[in-house]
């Protein structure tokens, strides 16, 4: 006879859906909410400091809470059971109207401040704006601006996400650190700091945001701004050119741009730990890495081409003209050397064959003489400095950056902006891929080709191409974030600096067993 | 365009190399490693046939397709235009026969295919060990697209399932269905937990781990019977104590064996595999035998003539590609190395752990105060070298743990420069002096270890 067996185990302590504690915490930030809810449209009764500071300690309560039932239930480890099947992570319904609304409030905070509540020169503010009104007088003692109310939530946001984030790598020291980093930068030195400096009667200056991802830098009016703010403006104009030029050039060789993208960054932040769930979303495809070399290296050269100009005509108070024929053509014809300089020296590292070597040379050089003939012919070859920045603040600065760049979180991924449109990420991932000692190295041949790393790689990197067959992944869109390291189950990855290999960082082929010297990857 | 037609110059016109057509029987990591390299090797024609899937995908992922952490398209290492891109046709069908004297595949819908050579590699198929009801819809292995189509299939309204055998593939079963809330019990025939291969600390970790996330863990007990419910399917698994659990699933996980039932008609000689010599060729000429299906007549010391793992399946593709293209070069699976998660321990081994040792192997066992890592580093004492690593969720460097096993480097070197092998994250605690400690403890030496975790440091002793 047998008996009936039944277990005295539950299958998984963690219930399947959300607990009452969960369903209460996300109430509680509901609340929160809702409270902005009202505040946007019109409630007088609720604009007072009381209110606002119980609407932002709702939000974060009941995120931390939320996420604490989450993950503090469950043993530690990788916790991405069931990221394919939710609407919201996987571009269900959830997914496109999240999208949406964060789509439209961008669109509305960039180009339609007033239906927030701004009040605009001489009025006061109304509605959301206003909301924070008494955050902002406490801060710098003025009404609050539509970037200030923007600013808190994007704080918050980060606060919040980045303890979600904590909580669910809490087994991973890496995970943990960078995350404090993001958030120490984003509360300290992107908003609280340049908020304080206003009230000490300083200007606004954001020290961790640099050129060209803060392209305004070089604006006559921001330079006129710091030059006009004595000590601590001259200070500051140094302290940017510095970070340009000594600062990040110095720590992007030592630990690859991660030090910036995605320990630093404020939308690298908001991306590391609001968009963490959509992190695999991104686009891992051949196409999309050709797209996105095309994209984000034409926006260096706008960038460039915007900030030179934009320059010149602050020393040359002829304030239309800009970039004449001789400055274009030397312009071209330098920049067009140095990539040239740059790949020849590299050729063997990079792995280039002579085709592509000449093609690149070919389309160069094809792009030289085409200009040329341009400046020729129209005599008076001139790009008008005004036009260029105005487009880009449009396109890239707003357009790309916001509205795309966080809109599109839930179906693009949370680096569309990082990965196809940020200049600063160019810049440094330039300088990552040819002239920096980090690199992810592979774990010889212990790689299953399963595909975790390659589908939680926030910027599309194709991972797994590099680790099956053993090669160190040295990437110029690498953001140094590690997850791939975190979710590989095989322990394959590993993020490393090292100096002795510069040259050779990429070599192939060390997971093969069999010696043949002149085996080459299809 | 250049490149090839350069190719066709050099190989085809000048050497007058004959081009010949290459077909392989299974799309595995075996048979595409061995088409990738026919292809970097050659211009031979390629067809790769499978019955399983259009493309090639990471077996060892299908797991995670069921968890939710991939799609299937996730798991494919190449995109779909890799294989016309690269000239390796990609034919889905079922082979029937081989005809060995006309070099034909028959398939299963009659068509014919002939072949130059062939190589098979066709994978393995779950054990199964003659249980009544084996054979039971709702009964299934782990191993192809097919199992993981069948349990998400029976996954819904699923109340339990029963998992039958103590070895890797049983408890990423279990994961699964963990993963969505089904209650699991899997049944283990030893004592503790892959106790056959794991020394007794590392699988009494692994029966922590299990039952701390609540997995129904039953040791000692072993499969009796399958209940049928009347209609063919599965309901209850009875044990061989009495037991009676009901269940809407049962995994049968003991083990695999080499999927040959297709060769019984032709005169390809097979043992548990299909035999093959060093050159990774069957008793039939011109026809290869790699990966899960084939068995080594004279496997190099200290190994089994079936090795169903991935890494071995990945070098015998690249061996066997290189035999072919008139290199050759013997299978030499080198130091031995293997990994698994265990839920979330992750687990690496390189060089000879034994879950016996011999008497000459001595161990240096460090665990950490939650019991949920540890570092096992064998040595031979009589020798005084070391033979073998075994990590708990701890990550070692592969290249320098091959280095030190193959040039049997003193275990005290190994002390000292244990740093060299460390892998973990950035931030990660450091345990290696504890290691040394225990050494120390034992051997009444007093070593201590130099801080070197740099990369320039592990590459300069690997270029040493």
């Given at each position: 006879m047998s008996?009936?067996?039944?277990?005295?185990?539950?299958?998984?302590?963690?219930?399947?859906?959300?607990?009452?504690?969960?369903?209460?915490?996300?109430?509680?930030?509901?609340?929160?909410?809702?409270?902005?809810?009202?505040?946007?449209?019109?409630?007088?009764?609720?604009?007072?400091?009381?209110?606002?500071?119980?609407?932002?300690?709702?939000?974060?309560?009941?995120?931390?809470?939320?996420?604490?039932?989450?993950?503090?239930?469950?043993?530690?480890?990788?916790?991405?059971?069931?990221?394919?099947?939710?609407?919201?992570?996987?571009?269900?319904?959830?997914?496109?109207?999240?999208?949406?609304?964060?789509?439209?409030?961008?669109?509305?905070?960039?180009?339609?401040?007033?239906?927030?509540?701004?009040?605009?020169?001489?009025?006061?503010?109304?509605?959301?704006?206003?909301?924070?009104?008494?955050?902002?007088?406490?801060?710098?003692?003025?009404?609050?601006?539509?970037?200030?109310?923007?600013?808190?939530?994007?704080?918050?946001?980060?606060?919040?996400?980045?303890?979600?984030?904590?909580?669910?790598?809490?087994?991973?020291?890496?995970?943990?650190?960078?995350?404090?980093?993001?958030?120490?930068?984003?509360?300290?030195?992107?908003?609280?700091?340049?908020?304080?400096?206003?009230?000490?009667?300083?200007?606004?200056?954001?020290?961790?945001?640099?050129?060209?991802?803060?392209?305004?830098?070089?604006?006559?009016?921001?330079?006129?701004?710091?030059?006009?703010?004595?000590?601590?403006?001259?200070?500051?104009?140094?302290?940017?050119?510095?970070?340009?030029?000594?600062?990040?050039?110095?720590?992007?060789?030592?630990?690859?741009?991660?030090?910036?993208?995605?320990?630093?960054?404020?939308?690298?932040?908001?991306?590391?730990?609001?968009?963490?769930?959509?992190?695999?979303?991104?686009?891992?495809?051949?196409?999309?890495?050709?797209?996105?070399?095309?994209?984000?290296?034409?926006?260096?050269?706008?960038?460039?081409?915007?900030?030179?100009?934009?320059?010149?005509?602050?020393?040359?108070?002829?304030?239309?003209?800009?970039?004449?024929?001789?400055?274009?053509?030397?312009?071209?014809?330098?920049?067009?050397?140095?990539?040239?300089?740059?790949?020849?020296?590299?050729?063997?590292?990079?792995?280039?064959?002579?085709?592509?070597?000449?093609?690149?040379?070919?389309?160069?050089?094809?792009?030289?003489?085409?200009?040329?003939?341009?400046?020729?012919?129209?005599?008076?070859?001139?790009?008008?400095?005004?036009?260029?920045?105005?487009?880009?603040?449009?396109?890239?600065?707003?357009?790309?950056?916001?509205?795309?760049?966080?809109?599109?979180?839930?179906?693009?991924?949370?680096?569309?902006?990082?990965?196809?449109?940020?200049?600063?990420?160019?810049?440094?991932?330039?300088?990552?891929?040819?002239?920096?000692?980090?690199?992810?190295?592979?774990?010889?041949?212990?790689?299953?080709?399963?595909?975790?790393?390659?589908?939680?790689?926030?910027?599309?990197?194709?991972?797994?191409?590099?680790?099956?067959?053993?090669?160190?992944?040295?990437?110029?869109?690498?953001?140094?974030?590690?997850?791939?390291?975190?979710?590989?189950?095989?322990?394959?990855?590993?993020?490393?600096?090292?100096?002795?290999?510069?040259?050779?960082?990429?070599?192939?082929?060390?997971?093969?067993?069999?010696?043949?010297?002149?085996?080459?990857?299809? | 365009m250049l490149r090839s037609s350069g190719f066709f110059l050099k190989n085809v016109l000048l050497k007058k190399e004959k081009n010949m057509h290459i077909a392989i029987i299974g799309n595995g990591i075996s048979g595409i490693t061995a088409a990738r390299f026919i292809r970097k090797l050659s211009d031979h024609e390629i067809t790769v046939i499978s019955a399983e899937t259009d493309y090639f995908f990471s077996r060892t992922a299908l797991m995670y397709i069921y968890m939710g952490h991939m799609r299937f398209e996730d798991t494919k290492p190449y995109e779909d235009w890799f294989w016309e891109k690269n000239r390796i046709d990609l034919k889905r069908g079922y082979v029937e026969r081989i005809n060995t004297t006309e070099k034909k595949l028959v398939f299963k819908q009659g068509e014919t295919l002939a072949y130059d050579k062939l190589i098979l590699a066709t994978g393995s198929v779950p054990n199964k060990f003659g249980w009544p009801g084996q054979d039971l819809k709702r009964v299934h292995g782990l191993y192809s697209y097919q199992d993981l189509e069948a349990m998400e299939k029976y996954s819904d309204g699923l109340q339990r399932a029963v998992i039958v055998g103590g070895g890797l593939i049983g408890l990423e079963m279990a994961e699964m269905f963990h993963s969505r809330h089904i209650p699991v019990t899997i049944l283990v025939r030893e004592k503790s937990y892959w106790n056959s291969v794991m020394p007794t600390e590392e699988s009494a970790m692994i029966n922590r781990e299990i039952m701390r996330h609540h997995i129904d863990l039953q040791l000692e007990e072993e499969l009796d019977e399958i209940v049928d419910d009347g209609n063919g399917a599965a309901c209850a698994v009875i044990t061989k104590s009495g037991k009676r659990i009901d269940c809407g699933f049962v995994g049968l996980t003991a083990g695999v064996s080499p999927n040959i039932k297709f060769l019984s008609k032709t005169d390809i000689e097979t043992k548990r595999g299909i035999l093959v010599n060093e050159h990774l060729e069957t008793s039939i000429p011109d026809i290869y035998a790699i990966g899960d299906c084939s068995e080594q007549r004279t496997p190099k010391e200290g190994r089994r003539g079936v090795e169903a793992i991935w890494y071995t399946g990945r070098m015998m593709g690249e061996t066997v590609a290189y035999n072919i293209c008139e290199k050759p070069v013997a299978y030499d699976p080198g130091i031995w190395f293997n990994s698994a998660k265990f839920l979330d321990i992750e687990y690496q081994v390189y060089g000879d752990v034994r879950a016996d040792q011999p008497e000459a192997h001595r161990s240096i066992y460090w665990e950490d105060t939650e019991g949920r890592k540890s570092v096992r580093i064998i040595y031979d004492e009589d020798r005084g070298y070391v033979v073998g690593f075994n990590l708990m969720g701890v990550r070692f460097r592969h290249e320098v743990c091959e280095k030190w096993i193959k040039e049997k480097t003193k275990i005290e070197d190994v002390m000292k420069n244990l740093e060299l092998a460390n892998f973990d994250p950035e931030f990660y605690k450091k345990y290696e002096s504890d290691v040394v400690a225990i050494y120390n403890k034992q051997s009444g030496k007093n070593l201590s270890v130099k801080p070197q975790r740099s990369w320039n440091k592990v590459f300069a002793f690997l270029r040493s």
């Open positions: 008996q009936v067996y039944k277990s005295m185990s539950l299958a998984n302590p963690a219930p399947p859906f959300t607990d009452i504690i969960q369903k209460i915490a996300a109430a509680l930030g509901g609340v929160g909410l809702l409270f902005m809810l009202l505040a946007l449209f019109g409630n007088g009764s609720i604009q007072n400091s009381t209110w606002l500071y119980t609407a932002l300690a709702l939000i974060m309560t009941g995120t931390a809470v939320f996420s604490w039932r989450a993950y503090m239930t469950k043993p530690e480890g990788i916790k991405n059971n069931g990221v394919w099947f939710a609407s919201l992570s996987s571009k269900g319904l959830w997914a496109w109207i999240l999208g949406v609304v964060l789509t439209g409030f961008y669109v509305v905070l960039y180009w339609y401040p007033q239906y927030l509540g701004l009040g605009g020169k001489d009025a006061v503010n109304t509605g959301l704006v206003a909301f924070f009104d008494p955050l902002s007088m406490a801060l710098k003692g003025k009404p609050a601006s539509e970037w200030f109310m923007y600013g808190t939530l994007y704080t918050v946001a980060i606060l919040s996400f980045g303890i979600k984030f904590i909580l669910k790598y809490r087994h991973n020291k890496y995970q943990v650190i960078r995350t404090i980093s993001v958030m120490f930068f984003q509360l300290g030195f992107a908003f609280l700091l340049p908020e304080i400096m206003q009230k000490l009667n300083q200007p606004y200056y954001s020290f961790t945001n640099m050129w060209p991802l803060n392209y305004y830098f070089f604006y006559d009016w921001n330079l006129t701004k710091l030059l006009d703010a004595g000590n601590m403006g001259l200070f500051m104009l140094l302290f940017g050119l510095a970070m340009v030029f000594i600062i990040s050039p110095t720590l992007t060789f030592f630990y690859g741009k991660r030090w910036y993208c995605s320990w630093v960054c404020g939308c690298g932040g908001l991306a590391e730990t609001a968009g963490d769930p959509f992190r695999h979303l991104s686009d891992k495809s051949l196409k999309a890495w050709q797209i996105e070399r095309w994209m984000i290296h034409g926006v260096l050269v706008f960038v460039t081409l915007m900030t030179v100009g934009v320059v010149y005509s602050y020393f040359n108070s002829d304030r239309d003209l800009l970039l004449t024929k001789p400055i274009v053509i030397g312009l071209i014809v330098l920049l067009g050397a140095t990539v040239i300089g740059i790949v020849q020296a590299n050729r063997k590292e990079i792995n280039l064959s002579k085709n592509k070597l000449s093609t690149i040379i070919f389309i160069i050089v094809a792009i030289i003489i085409l200009l040329t003939i341009i400046a020729y012919f129209t005599g008076n070859f001139v790009i008008n400095a005004g036009m260029l920045r105005s487009w880009y603040g449009f396109l890239i600065g707003a357009a790309f950056s916001g509205v795309v760049g966080v809109g599109f979180y839930p179906l693009m991924g949370s680096r569309v902006w990082c990965r196809f449109g940020c200049p600063m990420a160019a810049l440094l991932g330039l300088q990552q891929k040819f002239f920096s000692r980090f690199r992810i190295t592979t774990n010889g041949g212990q790689c299953i080709s399963c595909g975790n790393c390659s589908t939680y790689c926030e910027m599309g990197i194709d991972v797994r191409a590099y680790a099956q067959k053993g090669q160190n992944i040295v990437r110029a869109s690498c953001v140094g974030c590690g997850i791939c390291a975190a979710v590989c189950p095989r322990g394959v990855l590993k993020l490393e600096n090292g100096s002795v290999d510069l040259r050779s960082k990429t070599t192939e082929l060390k997971a093969i067993h069999i010696a043949e010297g002149d085996v080459r990857i299809l | -």
